[in-house]
């Protein structure tokens, strides 16, 4: 459980750190209008496996609890 937590987190690293490179690279100071639209969705994005990872926990934790 703790090394896939820490595998999500080290691959949204990678992700964040590699769109800032292209951001420098390319010199995209301004988003566009498509970009704003996804990053508001993307922020919602984020929880979704999240909560998808504690509810698989929460029924494994329980289905152990009851053997």
Same mark, same amino acid.
């Given at each position: 459980?703790?090394?896939?937590? *820490?595998?999500?987190? @080290? =691959? #949204?690293?990678? =992700?964040? @750190? =590699?769109?800032? *490179? /292209?951001?420098?690279? *390319?010199?995209? $100071?301004?988003? =566009? !209008? #498509?970009? @704003? $639209? ?5 922020? @919602?994005? &984020? ?13 494994? /934790?329980?289905? &152990?609890? !009851?053997?």
């Amino acid at each position: 459980m703790g090394r896939s937590i *820490l595998r999500y987190f @080290v =691959t #949204l690293a990678v =992700t964040i @750190v =590699t769109n800032w *490179l /292209f951001s420098l690279i *390319l010199r995209q $100071e301004i988003p =566009t !209008t #498509l970009m @704003v $639209e996804n990053s508001q969705v993307s922020a @919602v994005a &984020v929880i979704l496996p999240l909560a998808g990872g504690a509810a698989s926990w929460g029924a494994q /934790f329980s289905s &152990v609890r !009851t053997k």
